[in-house]
């Protein structure tokens, strides 16, 4: 994609691009997602999941 000035975006409620949904959706889950973003260079989603060693999730939880 072409990319996006991130900062002008950054906590406001009255654009919407999904962003802050998304961030608020990993929260949910103990995550955090990190968006970088520049006018002609793109764009970066890193998303960031804790997982704990011996959890004990079956394979139909996950996602949920």
């Known amino acids: 994609g072409k990319g996006f000035d991130s900062s002008l975006y950054k906590n406001r409620?009255?654009?919407?691009f999904g962003l802050n949904i998304?961030?608020?959706r990993a929260a949910e889950?103990?995550?955090?997602i990190d968006?970088?973003?520049s006018l002609e260079n793109g764009?970066?989603?890193a998303f960031y999941l804790p997982i704990k060693k011996g959890?004990?999730?079956d394979e139909i939880d996950v996602g949920r």
Do not use: P, Q, V, Y
Not at 29 to 32: D, P
């Open 13 to 16: 409620s009255d654009i919407k």
């Open 55 to 57: 959890g004990n999730l």
């Open 43 to 45: 764009s970066r989603i």
């Open 22 to 24: 998304m961030r608020e």
């Open 35 to 37: 968006i970088t973003s």
């Open 29 to 32: 889950i103990g995550a955090e």
